[in-house]
């Protein structure tokens, strides 16, 4: 039997009502603050990741490409800032009123290990602020990320923040970074020893307990800001303090892609600790604009996988199937005629309806209904068929009336509100 790919999982309809209601929570904060949604092709020209997100970096290594059959290398899309940072200036966002709010929900791919909350295609939200480098913007962002958290379920957060500098002073930090890793060499581990040269940030990303002495001891990118940086850093400060939100201030917090720019910052969920402790981060990303060849704009956002976030919510009873307001139930071939068009009258006035497809007694259609949640059953036999009615049974009280057919939906919706449903 053919089974899902590795690292790819079905959601079950028995989980759908934790991820509707995540989804809404994403939608409805998102749009609390202006931004708007915004969906990118699942598959981009692999250029657009090379670019942006650096020739070294773990999400370039990891891409899903291929060559179509017009001869182009596209890539399933690995992230979400680089495609909507490419939307923003293809079509011209740079009119409107700055800075342009967006946000995204969608499937990310990545060829990596499957691990606890991270599938090789997995769910991410963000937003991206794109066309302000005001400083109280990446502040902002920290909290809309914040109150997604909170909105979610997940109020004990721990934000990490640092600032890596832009291009004016990251060098010169770099150049001290790497010379500190060579004379420590000896001491690091096999990974962080290939990444000196090829990427030296990501070296103090190294979870290997053997190697955390020789990275707290590292070079500290905040001693080597320029001026403009500095006071970028003073500011996003000042902001966070003005909007009471405490951060813990992590100088070996660097983040995966090229394209960040002086603040970075990550949440952790209470508790939990190594590779799987951060929920989402995010960041500024003035250099991503030179690195894609658009015109320069400065910009911010965060993502956060949703899987992950999903695993860090407290527990909630699961529901198996959506509520149901009738399920039409039917005995002998006439009768399923007539209970096919009466579905179809009470879907299209607007309730949720199911009914039996196939010959069953009618002691296990009515078991359907209420594995269905229904809150009534419409049964339909030869009786009803002679008599043009339908009987009408309260699945709760197991009072049942006849009603002419003719009336039965009329019936039927004011039965659903005396029980206090929403039924139109």
Not at 105 to 119: A, H, I, T
Not at 179 to 196: M, P, Q, T, V, W
């Amino acid at each position: 039997m053919i089974k899902s790919p590795r690292g790819t999982r079905d959601i079950l309809p028995s989980e759908w009502t934790g991820w509707e209601r995540l989804l809404r929570c994403a939608e409805q904060v998102a749009e609390r603050a202006g931004y708007q949604r915004i969906e990118t092709p699942t598959f981009e020209f692999a250029s657009l990741f090379r670019h942006a997100t650096g020739e070294h970096t773990d999400v370039n290594r990891e891409m899903y490409v291929f060559t179509d059959r017009g001869g182009d290398e596209l890539t399933l899309r690995p992230e979400g800032t680089a495609p909507v940072f490419r939307a923003y200036s293809e079509h011209g966002m740079r009119v409107l009123p700055q800075p342009v709010k967006l946000y995204y929900l969608g499937s990310m791919f990545r060829y990596e290990r499957p691990q606890s909350g991270r599938s090789r295609e997995h769910h991410q939200f963000g937003c991206e602020a794109i066309g302000s480098e005001d400083p109280l913007l990446d502040a902002s962002m920290i909290d809309l990320q914040r109150r997604f958290y909170a909105s979610s379920g997940i109020t004990a957060t721990t934000i990490h923040i640092n600032s890596i500098g832009d291009s004016a002073c990251r060098p010169g930090y770099v150049r001290e970074l790497v010379a500190y890793l060579h004379r420590n060499a000896d001491r690091l581990c096999g990974d962080c020893r290939e990444r000196i040269e090829r990427n030296p940030l990501r070296v103090l990303d190294c979870k290997n307990p053997a190697c955390q002495s020789v990275l707290n001891e590292a070079p500290k990118s905040l001693d080597y800001l320029c001026d403009e940086c500095r006071e970028h850093w003073e500011r996003v400060s000042a902001g966070l303090r003005a909007l009471e939100i405490r951060v813990e201030v992590d100088a070996r917090l660097v983040r995966g892609l090229d394209y960040y720019t002086r603040t970075v910052w990550e949440f952790h969920p209470p508790g939990v600790q190594g590779s799987q402790s951060v929920l989402g981060g995010g960041g500024r990303y003035d250099a991503l604009a030179a690195a894609i060849g658009a015109p320069e704009v400065p910009g911010v956002g965060f993502s956060t996988g949703l899987e992950r976030v999903l695993l860090n919510l407290p527990a909630r009873p699961e529901t198996s199937v959506a509520a149901t307001d009738v399920y039409v139930a039917h005995l002998g071939d006439e009768a399923a005629l007539q209970a096919l068009r009466l579905a179809h009258i009470l879907l299209e006035s607007q309730l949720r309806v199911q009914m039996t497809f196939g010959s069953r007694s009618l002691k296990t259609q009515l078991r359907y209904a209420g594995a269905a949640g229904a809150a009534l059953a419409v049964l339909i036999g030869e009786d009803e068929i002679r008599d043009g009615v339908v009987t009408v049974r309260d699945l709760r009280t197991r009072d049942q009336r006849r009603v002419d057919l003719a009336g039965a939906t009329r019936e039927i919706i004011t039965q659903l509100h005396q029980r206090g449903s929403n039924a139109p």
